[in-house]
Nanobody, 121 residues
C-alpha cells in the first residue's frame, strides 16, 4: 500500500520561498500531486508529476510561483513555492495514484495528512 507523508511547512514571511517534501513509500512508479486547503475554502489542486518526472501539470493561477519535482532515488516529491503571500496560508497535502492526469483530490488513492504553511504579512 502506498503511503505519503508531507513535511516542510511552517511560518514564513510574505515574499519568502519554501520547499515542501512528500515522502512516498510502497511503490516507486507513481504519480504524485499537491493540493492545499485554506481556512473556509475548498481544497484546491496545485500541481502533479508523473512517475519519472517527464510530465507535469499546474494550476494556472499558481504556475508562475510553484514548481513540482521529484527525486526517485530518495522517494521524495518536492513543491517549491516562491514569492509567498498571506493568501498562500493553508494546509498543504500530497496525494499519490498509479494513474496520471487527475487534478481532483478524490482521484488519488493515497492521501496525506497535510503540513501547515502560514505566511505572515
Amino acid at each position: 500500500q502506498v503511503q505519503v507523508v508531507e513535511s516542510g511547512g511552517g511560518l514564513v514571511q510574505a515574499g519568502d520561498s519554501l520547499r515542501l517534501s512528500c515522502s512516498v513509500s510502497g511503490r516507486a512508479r507513481i504519480t504524485v500531486a499537491w493540493f492545499r486547503q485554506a481556512p473556509g475554502k475548498e481544497r484546491e489542486f496545485i500541481a502533479t508529476i508523473n512517475w519519472n518526472g517527464a510530465y507535469t501539470k499546474y494550476a494556472p493561477a499558481l504556475k508562475d510561483r510553484v514548481a513540482i519535482s521529484r527525486d526517485n532515488a530518495n522517494n521524495t516529491v518536492y513543491l517549491q513555492m516562491d514569492t509567498l503571500k498571506p493568501d498562500d496560508t493553508a494546509v498543504y497535502y500530497c496525494a499519490a495514484d498509479v494513474r496520471y492526469g487527475s487534478t481532483e483530490w478524490n482521484g488519488f488513492e493515497s492521501r496525506g495528512q497535510g503540513t501547515q504553511v502560514t505566511v505572515s504579512s
